[in-house]
């Protein structure tokens, strides 16, 4: 009896024991915090970010996230309410997400997310009224397995134009700043590289989160490579204008957001080229030429290490277009220093010899760095559709594909060499279409380099926005005021573009003008101050004058008036005739007695003056 309970209990233990061996890896707690910030109340309404966290959070629920909080439009008060009650909820969890989209900014190489009562007048201010985003990364410390944040908050910040600085040397950026973080198991994904702006877009949501949307849960896939594959979303849909990145590292195993359908482990999944596979994406998610050596100096040939070769000539090509712009910039310096200084005619030749020279030699490697950027971006389409789950033949065309690349980059150490022969690789990627239905539906990456006339008018705009030589808005129409701006930019930039039509050597040419270009015009009572207007301020004692110019007041010059004084004229009673006449007759008289005076009181009295002139001496 007693055998029979023993057997009874270890067939129950056993069982036990098996059961919680065999549950799923992916039964794990998993969280977010959803923040879509739109109506601002001190600058101007987004239109977006309340639309974006909606799809996501709807994204996150679908996927069977265990807790959502999402929130809109929260003031400083409440962000930092929701970010404590989200740091309890990560702590028993094992994937924490944070998803922000609205205005953010980077000041002194910090990255700050702005609340919508912000209102930021000084840059101080930033300190006080917005919240870092190293706050947002202690809110996400706890989880165990992985921890994402993603800011779609690379817009263009309405603050920045109107905010003072108290410190003349503090920076203030565009866009986000890089930012390494220094917790294991952490990705930082921005909408758009550190540095630049992203894009609204012109439907109810961005085009970072449309492509979040489709490949952040997708069931089985490791997010690093989701994050690829919305890069690659973006870029198509912004014709290369908008390139998100991700910042952060995690381990050698995938780290899905959504666990996929268990299966036995394939033959592939375990095959060099699997490895090689593996290997080449996280080199590529470093994304430096460390990282891509190293990839080299374990895999020397193949498919990947070719992929790889075009990284690093598309990285060289950076750097030598980096190099040429510095060298433009100083030559054109020491032109204008000769010139202003009236040096001697043959220097002065000279230095506008070199100075053309090195622009010249800019916008050649300009040209090279999209060439090589746009031969990258091409291998990289390429790759996806070669590890397209539909492509039953994707091994016979990866040979096919491979011997193209292997011609394109055999012996090749520059940019200019390193590029990949286009009409193998379309010829292949023409052959795959006939077995890769998914292909079929969209445009092939021909017409996807060519952007289209308003586009290229858009792009064009934009850039001379930047460059302070339009003022009206980019809405890809090239009417007379963009005729205008082009003029206004080849006359302060001694270019000669064509100002009749937008072209993309003209976007390249403007592009390349790291600053303003056209003199800041203000209106009466502001001043120029960088890249805004600021307004006026005369001392006491001053005024603006109409030159825009403050005036001391001139001093008021005292006005001599006649003295009335206070005190009266009092006219004295003049005698009538009658007693003119008594008197007169008889004669003078005494003061004292009023009796007429005798002969010798007469000859006394009357010798002085104001006798004569009273009237009592004859």
């Not at 909606?54 to 996927?63: D, E, G, M, P, Q």
């Not at 996929?260 to 430096?288: C, H, I, W």
């Not at 498919?303 to 040429?324: D, S, V």
Request: overall charge positive.
């Amino acid at each position: 009896m007693n055998s029979l309970i023993s057997g009874k209990l270890y067939r129950f233990f056993l069982a036990a024991a098996l059961l919680l061996m065999c549950q799923p890896a992916w039964a794990e707690k998993r969280v977010a915090l959803v923040i879509g910030n739109s109506a601002y109340r001190n600058v101007a309404q987004l239109q977006n970010p309340v639309n974006d966290g909606a799809v996501i959070a709807t994204t996150l629920k679908n996927a069977g996230f265990d807790v959502v909080d999402s929130r809109h439009d929260l003031p400083a008060a409440e962000t930092r309410r929701a970010l404590r009650d989200f740091a309890d909820r990560a702590r028993d969890a094992d994937i924490a997400v944070v998803y922000y989209a609205g205005h953010g900014m980077e000041v002194d190489g910090t990255n700050y997310l702005i609340p919508v009562d912000a209102k930021l007048e000084r840059d101080t201010d930033v300190y006080d009224e917005a919240f870092s985003l190293d706050r947002v990364l202690l809110a996400i410390e706890p989880a165990k397995r992985l921890r994402l944040v993603i800011l779609d908050a690379c817009r263009d910040n309405p603050f920045t134009k109107s905010m003072k600085r108290t410190i003349a040397s503090r920076a203030i950026g565009q866009g986000l700043a890089k930012i390494e973080p220094t917790s294991p198991n952490m990705l930082i994904a921005y909408s758009a590289k550190a540095g630049s702006t992203a894009a609204d877009g012109d439907s109810s949501n961005s085009p970072f989160t449309i492509a979040l949307s489709k490949h952040l849960t997708t069931p089985g896939l490791d997010v690093r490579r989701a994050f690829g594959f919305v890069r690659d979303d973006v870029l198509k849909t912004t014709s290369n204008r908008q390139e998100p990145y991700v910042y952060g590292s995690l381990g050698g195993d995938d780290v899905p957001l959504v666990p996929g359908k268990s299966a036995a482990p394939s033959a592939s999944a375990t095959s060099p080229q699997a490895e090689a596979r593996r290997d080449y994406e996280l080199a590529l998610q470093v994304g430096n030429k460390d990282a891509l050596n190293a990839f080299l100096a374990q895999y020397s040939d193949g498919f990947y290490a070719n992929l790889a070769k075009i990284q690093l000539a598309k990285l060289a090509a950076e750097e030598t277009r980096m190099a040429a712009t510095e060298k433009a910039r100083l030559a054109e310096q020491e032109r204008a220093r000769l010139a202003a200084d009236g040096a001697q005619k043959a220097q002065q030749l000279r230095a506008e010899a070199n100075a053309r020279a090195a622009e010249q030699a800019r916008v050649a490697a300009e040209k090279a760095k999209q060439i090589a950027q746009d031969k990258a971006s091409e291998a990289e389409r390429n790759r996806a559709a070669t590890e397209a789950p539909a492509n039953d033949k994707g091994s016979e065309k990866i040979a096919s594909i491979n011997a193209g690349v292997d011609r394109a980059t055999a012996g090749s150490s520059t940019a200019d060499k390193a590029q990949v022969d286009k009409t193998q690789v379309d010829k292949a990627q023409v052959e795959k279409n006939t077995d890769v239905a998914s292909l079929s539906a969209g445009p092939s990456p021909a017409d996807v380099a060519k952007p289209s006339a308003a586009n290229i008018a858009k792009s064009v705009q934009a850039e001379l926005r930047r460059v302070g030589c339009l003022t009206g808005a980019a809405d890809g129409e090239w009417n007379a005021a963009s005729r205008r701006s082009m003029a206004l930019f080849n006359r302060h930039a001694g270019t000669k573009l064509d100002v009749k039509l937008a072209s993309l050597d003209a976007l390249q040419t403007i592009k390349l003008k790291s600053a303003r270009v056209c003199p800041l015009v203000c209106e009466h009572g502001y001043e120029a101050d960088g890249d805004r207007c600021s307004r006026i301020v005369c001392g006491e004692g001053s005024f603006l004058n109409d030159d825009n110019e403050c005036e001391r007041r001139r001093a008021k010059k005292p006005v001599a008036k006649r003295d009335t004084g206070d005190r009266q004229r009092v006219a004295r009673p003049r005698p009538d005739a009658t007693q003119v006449i008594i008197r007169r007759s008889q004669g003078p008289t005494s003061a004292s007695t009023g009796q007429p005076l005798t002969g010798q009181e007469r000859a006394v009295g009357c010798n002085s003056y104001g006798a004569i002139m009273s009237g009592k001496c004859p």
